[in-house]
Nanobody
Framework: QVQLVESGGGLVQPGGSLRLSCAASGFTFSGFSIGWVRQAPGKGLEWVSDIQSTGSTYYADSVKGRFTISRDTTKNTIYLQMNDLKPEDTAIYYC?????WGQGTQVTVSS
């Protein structure tokens, strides 16, 4: 059974940092692209970042230079380091690989 489990969300002030984790079980993601998608209140899904099986990384313009995606293949886990957070980063962040989705983790950026 494939599962993606996110963690690490929370409330942070503007300019702060958070690190999200996504632990995969039931498959080895090293052969696939895996990444993050977010949904802000009242808005649709927005692609944030992904990491390819080659290790290449890609980012939405809105987060480029502030977010960093990485993976630990020994733990079958990916991470999203988020720095210089802005109120517009407030959203539920989902981990996604192929047709599989995690349950999401809430990130709220507010003073």
């Amino acid at each position: 059974q494939v599962q993606l489990v996110e963690s690490g969300g929370g409330l942070v002030q503007p300019g702060g940092s958070l690190r999200l984790s996504c632990a995969a079980s039931g498959f080895t993601f090293s052969g696939f692209s895996i990444g993050w998608v977010r949904q802000a209140p009242g808005k649709g899904l927005e692609w944030v970042s992904d990491i390819q099986s080659t290790g290449s990384t890609y980012y939405a313009d809105s987060v480029k230079g502030r977010f960093t995606i990485s993976r630990d293949t020994t733990k079958n886990t990916i991470y999203l380091q988020m720095n210089d957070l802005k109120p517009e980063d407030t959203a539920i962040y989902y981990c996604n690989a192929l047709e599989y989705w995690g349950q999401g983790t809430q990130v709220t950026v507010s003073s």
